[in-house]
């Protein structure tokens, strides 16, 4: 299967073969030892050592189930009438399926993926960066990208990547990549990083989303054995990163539900407050609901403080 797909996860081997993933984590660790595929958090992959990067359809094969839940649960914090901008990868065009009837949104995109799911909206407007095509995950970019996001402001970037760390934030194996979604945020009030748990506590080459720019995280309830996943989720709520965590039974496609009627979201304490945080705001437990209720003033101290950064 790694062969023929370049990538799989755990959770689809177990599924193939009718057993356990503690039976399947054991039998890929002996085939890791055997350099027959890499070992990734949750999954393997080919042997090709930290620079490889899977290209779309091995892509699109991994963790479908979470992504679906994923896009699902991130779909209700998009309100209507809004400007956003969308970054390249499987899960957020999971999502742009999901934003096609939401009426007056505007989504900036450099995925020909993201774009062509929004394609037949007709009251989504849909704005793309120029570019070059990178065929591997059809996004465009380069400097015609980054140059075409100059002087643009929308309310939030709903960003995917490689790999999601508490210690260095959202990471990309793609050079090129990474400094486009770098200009996606740049361009945002607000970051939104859709990451399955496989992504949880992976480390690629290239940075994109610092952990102190990441406002949010969507992502899906990691495996009970999965300590490494959890461990990272917690320390990234111990940084300030608001934490939604859709179950990975959610709905099957379809228009997401607003995120208070998710039953499948859990909140995760957030201890410590967050730099830029309206002075006075408790620093318990923060709703994943709250996004878009904030006060006017907090809002303007809170895109004040992004600025100066």
């Known amino acids: 299967m790694v062969r023929a797909n370049g990538a799989v996860s755990l959770r689809e081997l177990a599924r193939v073969v009718q057993t356990s993933e503690v039976t399947v984590r054991r039998d890929v660790r002996a085939l890791e030892a055997e350099g027959l595929l890499d070992r990734r958090h949750g999954g393997a992959v080919l042997?090709?050592?930290f620079t490889r990067e899977s290209g779309f359809p091995q892509k699109s094969h991994l963790a479908t189930a979470e992504k679906t839940a994923i896009a699902d649960l991130a779909a209700g914090f998009v309100e209507e009438g809004e400007a956003i901008v969308v970054g390249a990868g499987t899960t957020t065009q999971e999502l742009a399926r999901r934003?096609?009837?939401?009426?007056?949104?505007?989504?900036?995109?450099?995925?020909?993926?993201?774009?062509?799911?929004?394609?037949?909206?007709?009251?989504v407007e849909v704005v793309m960066t120029g570019g070059t095509l990178r065929g591997s995950n059809y996004a465009l970019v380069g400097s015609g990208a980054e140059q075409s996001l100059q002087g643009l402001r929308v309310s939030r970037a709903f960003l995917s990547?490689?790999?999601?760390?508490?210690?260095?934030?959202?990471?990309?194996?793609?050079?090129?990549?990474?400094?486009?979604?770098?200009a996606l945020v740049?361009?945002?009030?607000?970051?939104?990083?859709?990451a399955d748990h496989t992504k949880l506590g992976t480390d690629t080459m290239f940075q994109t989303v610092?952990?102190?720019?990441?406002?949010?995280?969507v992502t899906d309830e990691p495996p009970?054995?999965?300590d490494?996943?959890?461990?990272?989720?917690?320390?990234?709520?111990?940084?300030?990163?608001?934490?939604?965590?859709?179950?990975?039974?959610?709905?099957?496609?379809?228009?997401?539900?607003?995120a208070r009627h998710q039953q499948q979201r859990r909140d995760v304490p957030l201890p410590a407050p967050r730099r830029g945080q309206v002075p006075g705001t408790p620093a318990g437990l923060r709703s994943t609901s709250m996004m878009g209720e904030q006060s006017p003033g907090g809002e303007r101290a809170r895109v004040a403080d992004?600025?100066?950064?």
């Open 224 to 226: 009970a054995h999965d």
């Open 228 to 258: 490494r996943a959890t461990t990272e989720l917690q320390a990234l709520a111990d940084q300030g990163v608001q934490i939604a965590v859709a179950g990975a039974s959610g709905s099957q496609g379809g228009e997401a539900a607003p």
């Open 47 to 49: 042997p090709g050592g």
């Open 306 to 309: 992004l600025r100066r950064r």
């Open 210 to 217: 610092p952990t102190d720019l990441v406002t949010r995280l």
């Open 99 to 123: 934003l096609a009837r939401v009426p007056g949104l505007t989504v900036v995109t450099n995925s020909l993926l993201v774009a062509q799911a929004l394609a037949h909206a007709n009251r």
């Open 186 to 194: 740049q361009a945002a009030a607000e970051v939104v990083v859709l």
């Open 161 to 182: 990547g490689s790999g999601l760390t508490a210690e260095r934030g959202l990471s990309t194996s793609n050079m090129l990549s990474a400094s486009v979604d770098r």
